[in-house]
């Protein structure tokens, strides 16, 4: 089953570094999803792309986030000039297109800034 | 704009005992609506979706959920809990432009 990959698992870094997650969606899915989860929250959308078009990004993202996704396969996220306030789980989920909208899930990147 | 309100934040049960989560959204255009489910260690599961005819649906598990469109609501049910049912639930609501919105989770504890 070669469902959402995330890459790394976990991160720790310290205050001002740059940081990039990886997600592999399900290979078959054109859509793909971030989402940013804190304790005791849902996840909130980040931004999703339909192949390599960056589609919609939500005012969560500030200009230190960017992401891509060049190739209508795998995307990167990545945070510049991490903030504390970034510390968060980060998710990516997968769709095919005309599937009703379900979104597949990958483990997540748990990010810790020092 | 969307949102999801969960009325539960964390629900404690007995084994047996019946569950019903509460879940509101708000938006005024056609919806679809999901639960999703998060074991202690594990990712997002999806565990039952609404989209169009019957507003009842069944999932895994034995879960099932009722949209009551007059309402706004998407509240998740099991008749007998388990032990194994410990986990966070999430209820989402998305349209077809994609994003998902969900609620702020549910924690529910089973007690063996």
């Known amino acids: 089953d070669t469902g959402v990959s995330q890459d790394p698992r976990h991160k720790i870094t310290k205050r001002g570094q740059n940081v990039t997650f990886r997600c592999d969606p399900i290979?078959?899915?054109?859509?793909l999803y971030w989402y940013r989860q804190t304790l005791g929250q849902g996840p909130e959308f980040l931004t999703y792309f339909q192949n390599e078009a960056q589609l919609e990004k939500s005012r969560l993202l500030s200009d230190r986030f960017s992401a891509e996704r060049p190739k209508g396969s795998f995307s990167t996220l990545e945070i510049q000039r991490t903030e504390q306030g970034d510390s968060a789980m980060y998710l990516c989920?997968?769709?095919?297109?005309?599937?009703?909208?379900?979104?597949?899930f990958g483990p997540g990147t748990r990010l810790l800034v020092l | 704009a969307q949102s999801v309100s969960q009325h539960n934040h964390h629900v404690i049960l007995s084994e047996a005992a019946s569950l019903e989560l509460g879940c509101n959204y708000s938006?005024?255009?056609?919806?679809?609506l999901f639960w999703y489910v998060q074991y202690p260690g594990q990712h997002l599961q999806l565990l039952l979706k609404?989209?169009?005819?019957?507003?009842l649906v069944k999932g895994i598990k034995g879960f099932e959920a009722e949209f009551i469109k007059s309402k706004f609501s998407f509240n998740l049910r099991k008749p007998s809990v388990q032990w194994s049912d410990t986990a966070e639930y999430f209820c989402?609501?998305?349209?077809?432009?994609?994003?998902?919105?969900f609620g702020d989770g549910t924690t529910l504890t089973v007690k063996p």
């Open positions: 290979s078959e899915h054109n859509r």
């Open positions: 989920a997968s769709s095919r297109q005309g599937d009703q909208e379900t979104q597949y």
């Open positions: 989402a609501v998305n349209t077809n432009a994609g994003k998902s919105t």
């Open positions: 609404y989209f169009s005819g019957d507003p």
């Open positions: 938006y005024g255009g056609t919806v679809n």
